[in-house]
T-cell receptor, first 108, second 115 residues
């Protein structure tokens, strides 16, 4: 079965601290992994995809097939990073399976 | 393009009433997805369409929920009768897998409150 697990509902850090939002997945094949973000009063939007291997707004995520993880990292958090973050998996169908989300709070 | 359009943005109704949520996908997109967002369960896929045809409705909670897509520019999600546990934010999203990758574009959501 396809499943995405985000173990933390809430992650609170101070500005300038490193951030790691955890995501683990369950899928027998080769998945596509994504991070979506929802800022306050904005639409849910794509942050990054593992196949692009890019850094967006200072965030990176590496797919670790051995640990079946796709953790989102940023070395120095900013207040504007405060948002809801969802990890998502696309398997062999056209649908995305989302995790339950992690709310990131960055305090000044 | 205004992006994915959903209406209404907010809906408050009483238990037992019928609720209809509407969605207009981005022009040219051939996939449409309906999601429900709650604090406890996060973002759950309810149903999705490809070329107006329902492909997977395994996420639809029960027979009280139904969805239609009569044409490429319009879809509805109906709840009849509504119950308080249906209170959630309902999102519509669309994409075109012809682009070779799977970013979904989300609407602003409809916040449903069932009293």
């Amino acid at each position: 079965a396809q499943r995405v697990t985000q173990p933390e509902k809430l992650l609170s850090v101070f500005k300038g601290a490193p951030v790691e939002l955890k995501c683990n997945y369950s899928y027998s094949g080769s998945p596509e992994l994504f991070w979506y973000v929802q800022y306050s009063r904005q639409r849910l939007q794509l942050l990054l995809r593992h196949i692009s291997r890019e850094s967006i707004k200072g965030f990176t995520a590496d797919l670790n097939k051995g640990e079946t993880s796709f953790h989102l990292k940023k070395p120095f958090a900013q207040e504007e990073d405060s948002a809801m973050y969802y990890c998502a998996l696309r398997g062999h169908t056209d649908k995305l399976i989302f995790g339950t989300g992690t709310r990131l709070q960055v305090f000044p | 393009d205004a992006g994915v359009i959903q209406s209404p943005r907010h809906e408050v109704t009483e238990m037992g009433q019928e609720v209809t949520l509407r969605c207009k996908p981005i022009s040219g997109h051939d996939y449409l997805f309906w999601y429900r967002q709650t604090m406890m369960r996060g973002l759950e896929l309810l149903i999705y369409f490809n070329n107006n045809v329902p492909i997977d409705d395994s996420g639809m909670p029960e027979d009280r929920f139904s969805a239609k897509m009569p044409n490429a520019s319009f879809s509805t999600l109906k709840i009849q009768p509504s119950e308080p546990r249906d209170s959630a934010v309902y999102f519509c999203a669309s994409n075109s897998n012809g682009q070779g990758w799977a970013e979904q574009f989300f609407g602003p959501g409809t916040r449903l409150t069932v009293l």
